[in-house]
């Protein structure tokens, strides 16, 4: 396999656990402080929102895996690992700069972006273990 190889089942399987984890996170865990602290109610939440936040869930396990694979990471850890890198070097990088130009307010930013790392945490922990 090429280092730069997608595991698609893998990936799809790591976005289908990522969306269902966002739908507890921004559900019973935290939803009403984030809908508080972003000044929206559920009715604003139409079935498109849904949809492209599974998209986007796909779409970075499927980014995650070559990751995980171009890195050689076979194991839990070491995709912990590559998640993590990841989600500092993107995640957490623009969502601070885009926090301090759009005036976010701190609880909105430390929900979608303690999420965010669990996102990467738990795709690069299962595309590693996959490995």
């Given at each position: 396999m090429s280092p730069l190889s997608l595991d698609l089942f893998p990936a799809l399987v790591a976005g289908v656990v990522t969306f269902a984890l966002g739908g507890?996170?921004?559900g019973p865990l935290f939803g009403a402080k984030w809908a508080d602290s972003?000044?929206?109610?559920?009715s604003d939440?139409?079935?498109?929102?849904?949809?492209?936040?599974?998209?986007?869930?796909?779409?970075l396990a499927a980014s995650l895996s070559v990751l995980v694979?171009?890195?050689?990471?076979?194991?839990?850890v070491g995709?912990?690992?590559?998640?993590?890198?990841a989600w500092v070097g993107t995640a957490l990088a623009l969502g601070a700069n885009t926090a301090a130009f759009t005036a976010r307010?701190?609880?909105?930013?430390?929900?979608?972006?303690?999420?965010?790392?669990m996102a990467f945490l738990v795709v690069g922990g299962i595309l590693g273990a996959w490995q």
């Open positions: 507890l996170w921004y972003v000044g929206i109610s559920a939440l139409k079935p498109a929102v849904f949809a492209v936040g599974f998209a986007s869930y796909i779409l694979n171009w890195t050689g990471a076979d194991s839990m995709g912990i690992g590559v998640g993590l890198v307010s701190r609880p909105a930013f430390l929900i979608e972006t303690a999420f965010q790392l």
